[in-house]
């Protein structure tokens, strides 16, 4: 397979307009359709995403592109096909489309991963060797070993408050490979405290039963239908929801849950994640900047297959969505 030599950016101004780069050799075999990228533009830098890779380049000087930004594409084809249909419909500008598949905290690349820095013993201390020289000469060393041995690994923050020992003696025993400081991701769980009980599948009334029927049918063919679950509050429309996401996961597809507001989000959520764990992320303006990026990281890395949230849940960066669930609609 040939790799690209050209690449098509939409850069993040208003401009409605594309502009042909240069792939560098180091960057060939990663850039693809859908992928943040740093470019020079004018007398500055712009960033933008990649949505073609030409055979053919529409001018002759060509500059080229600095830096690929993070390890997966931002917008997959469906949402870039998606954002082309919004601006055509709506009359706007291609690239005010594709600020909206977005969260900002996406499209500024500004809050990254949440990083801590966690300490463990170096696998070739002799615990016992090293705490008889330590017990004398540097009683808070010590208290560190003796923390690492019970405790595996320790956050550095939590180490120093626990053991009274200050950074740099931590960093001393670092510099004697007798414990080993390492920098860990940690990501911010917006269900951090939660405790939600499993719950099996319920048995279908007959009614529900037909319901459900029609919705299977319906992706097994894969013929996009839109089907209308009418029902008073009580009746029983959520569990046709939670078995048909079943049978969709079941199939290797992502399904999205919208919710009409974010009020609702928490209840919801709650019966999603007793059916299905944490299988489940959640999208919409309460979470946290932090939140919100590691949520949508957790959905563009392919790590959960259902999506629950108001309306920009829809732009949920899924590859193989095959159910989409308008709750109230």
């Not at 690209?4 to 993040?12: E, G, K, N, S, T």
């Not at 946290?288 to 959960?304: A, L, M, P, Q």
């Amino acid at each position: 397979m040939s790799r690209p030599l050209i690449a098509r950016v939409m850069v993040q101004l208003s401009l409605d307009r594309t502009f042909d780069y240069r792939v560098p050799a180091g960057l060939a075999a990663t850039i693809v359709i859908g992928s943040m990228v740093r470019v020079p533009f004018g007398r500055g830098h712009q960033t933008g995403y990649v949505i073609a890779l030409p055979a053919k380049a529409s001018v002759a000087k060509l500059k080229d592109i600095e830096s690929i930004i993070g390890d997966r594409p931002m917008l997959t084809p469906k949402l870039l096909e998606l954002g082309e249909w919004i601006a055509r419909y709506y009359m706007c500008t291609r690239e005010q489309a594709m600020k909206a598949l977005l969260p900002s905290v996406i499209r500024g690349a500004k809050t990254g991963p949440k990083i801590r820095k966690e300490v463990r013993l170096s696998d070739s201390v002799n615990i016992a060797e090293v705490l008889t020289q330590l017990e004398e000469r540097a009683p808070r060393q010590a208290q560190v070993i003796k923390k690492l041995v019970q405790a595996h690994r320790v956050p550095l923050a939590s180490l120093v408050k626990s053991t009274g020992a200050g950074y740099a003696a931590i960093t001393s025993l670092a510099n004697r490979n007798l414990v080993v400081v390492e920098e860990v991701v940690t990501e911010r769980d917006p269900f951090a405290g939660d405790h939600i009980l499993p719950q099996s599948p319920l048995e279908l009334s007959d009614e529900q039963a037909a319901a459900f029927a029609i919705v299977v049918e319906s992706l097994e063919r894969e013929k996009k239908d839109v089907i209308l679950l009418f029902g008073v509050t009580g009746s029983g429309k959520t569990e046709i929801y939670l078995q048909a996401i079943a049978k969709c996961i079941a199939a290797d597809k992502e399904a999205i849950v919208l919710v009409p507001e974010i009020a609702l989000t928490p209840q919801t959520i709650e019966r999603f994640r007793s059916r299905f764990g944490d299988n489940v992320s959640v999208l919409h303006s309460n979470l946290s900047d932090g939140e919100r990026h590691d949520e949508w990281t957790r959905i563009n890395e392919g790590r959960v297959k259902i999506v629950v949230g108001a309306r920009s849940a829809l732009f949920a960066p899924f590859r193989n969505p095959g159910l989409i669930v308008v709750d109230e609609e």
